[in-house]
């Protein structure tokens, strides 16, 4: 199906350290009585830094009643030691934010927080939903009053709720309001919950976002990704289904489904196996690390090239370089350093400045490079800015060739299931040709992984994927209003967007709804 049709903007000052690519964001939730779950809870949130950056907080509940703590900023500036000493509890949940429905501020912080007549619970979402402004309409929020889908759902559940407390005896309000609740949403979630008593994990019924289950001594966890299970010390169980909810108290673990059959159809980022994901997560029960590497050895295998040295980009470049290396026997070597801790807040004023936020992140090693034919390998290009930075850098620094290869197809579409990319006027690949991006890149020669060998790297050929970003194909149906800021627009929000070379009056480019403005 077709996508929404997007407007292109003119070139103003950006980030030059962003190359399109946003992370999505991390839950964490632990039942552990009588032991210290704010620290849990930070350890598992610091293990999950990588899929959001913009905000962290978490909610722990002592059985009485729920205490949140949520800011901007990475996990060690939100938390320090104090602040997690009086965050006490056996159970909470956690959330690292990379805003995909609403903007990057304290109010769309999460967790997401509602003291209910019936009780308090709070919400953390990882993913997108495609059907927020309907669902809005549907409850009756005016422009405004809810500012995210995250915050919009929990509006939902609490609307589900009991009227009273005393009408929830049994202490499973909160259970019965998701019940109610999840077959209404559409799109990407995977989601952490709780009230004073439970934990509830859930992912929705294309499994669009990693969820998985870990057991503890004497409690359990759910978290995003596995490596999150390995620094608290918990035994990684399962992966969640698609489409499967659980919840997690006193008397251990339920599982259920709250969705009819006919809507599971699993669908997992595939961009999760080559950028998302820590290198050492297991997604559909394979190494995210070694699916990397054989991706780069079907890189090599597709488009061979003769040169001195294979170098990646860091970081998810790295193990596909090793792979390109280890298959085609050109020496391994590293070419690029890159500063870990730049920020996301730097923004250049004129192109000189731009040129030199680049080197913030990425400096070439020149002894390495100099007088070499080089095979430089990346996980992805989306619009461009970055690489076409980097592959100056790398011939000043006295690379006879540069050969570019990418461990992914093309990217020509936009993600509406939680990975801000932007809109399809800024993806170089919507709007240039393989060999006028080769061109505009600077680079010698320029190969993207084909589609089949990016999956069969993955070791688990249909076990189900989601590629839209790359064939166009969404398996749920996208409005064609859909946008990050919709339930925004009774605040100002703005928000710079920069569109991607494009050739003049090329109609082949053109989406099917601007032709359909033309008629």
């Known amino acids: 199906m077709t996508p929404p049709a997007d407007d292109l903007v003119d070139e103003a000052p950006v980030d030059p350290l962003d190359d399109g690519k946003k992370e999505a964001c991390g839950v964490f939730g632990v039942y552990a009585p009588n032991q210290p779950v704010s620290h849990l809870l930070y350890l598992g949130l610091y293990a999950l830094q990588h899929r959001g950056q913009e905000s962290a907080g ?29 965050l006490h509890g056996h159970l909470g949940i956690g959330h690292t934010r990379y805003s995909t429905s609403g903007s990057s501020s304290w109010r769309n912080a999460q967790p997401v927080f509602r003291d209910a007549p019936a009780g308090q619970f709070a919400l953390g979402h990882n993913g997108n939903l495609v059907n ?35 009408e929830r005896s049994d202490g499973r309000g909160l259970e019965r309001a998701l019940l109610k609740v999840l077959p209404r949403l559409e799109g990407a979630f995977s989601m952490v919950a709780m009230d004073e008593g439970h934990i509830l994990g859930v992912r929705d019924p294309n499994g669009f976002r990693p969820l998985c289950l870990g057991r503890l001594e004497s409690g359990w966890v759910l978290a995003s990704e596995s490596p999150a299970l390995d620094v608290v010390g918990a035994h990684f169980v399962r992966e969640l289904d698609p489409g499967e909810m659980v919840v997690i108290d006193a008397t251990g673990v339920r599982s259920m489904k709250p969705f009819a059959e006919e809507r599971l159809n699993p669908k997992l980022c595939l961009f999760e196996f080559v950028y998302f994901a820590r290198p050492d997560t297991r997604l559909y029960g394979q190494s995210v690390h070694a699916a990397r590497v054989k991706m780069g050895r079907q890189l090599a295998e597709q488009a061979p090239i003769e040169a001195d040295m294979v170098m990646g980009v860091p970081e998810s470049g790295l193990p596909a370089a090793e792979g390109y290396s280890h298959f085609s026997g050109i020496p391994y070597g590293q070419g690029l350093v890159k500063n870990r801790y730049i920020g996301r807040t ?29 095979v430089v390998v990346d996980d992805s290009i989306v619009r461009g800015t970055t690489t076409r930075a980097m592959v100056k850098m790398l011939r000043e620094a006295g690379a006879t060739e540069v050969h570019l290869r990418v461990s992914s197809p093309p990217y020509r579409w936009p993600c509406f299931y939680g990975m801000d990319t932007g809109t399809r006027g800024e993806l170089l690949a919507a709007n240039l040709s393989v060999a006028e991006i080769q061109e505009y890149l600077g680079v010698d020669t320029l190969a993207y992984l084909e589609l089949d ?10 076990a189900g994927f989601c590629n839209a970003c790359l064939t166009g194909e969404y398996p749920v149906a996208i409005p064609t209003n859909l946008h990050k800021g919709v339930l925004e627009q009774g605040d100002e929000v703005t928000e710079t967007r920069v569109a991607a070379p494009r050739l003049l009056d090329d109609e082949d480019h053109r989406l099917p709804a601007d032709l359909a403005r033309e008629d």
């Open 58 to 86: 978490m909610a722990v509940s002592s059985g009485d009643h729920l205490m949140v703590v949520k800011d901007m900023g990475l996990v060690a500036t939100v938390f320090d030691d104090r602040t997690l000493q009086s």
């Open 453 to 462: 060998r990016r999956v069969a790297a993955t070791g688990t050929v249909g």
């Open 132 to 166: 927020t402004e309907e669902l809005a309409v549907e409850v009756g929020m005016l422009p405004g009053m809810v500012t995210s889908d995250s915050d919009l759902v929990a509006e939902m559940i609490q609307r589900e709720l009991p009227a009273s407390g005393d």
């Open 346 to 374: 730097f923004i250049a004023p004129s192109q000189e400045m731009r040129a030199l936020g680049v080197r913030m992140k990425l400096n070439p090693l020149k002894d390495a490079i100099a007088d070499k034919r080089l």
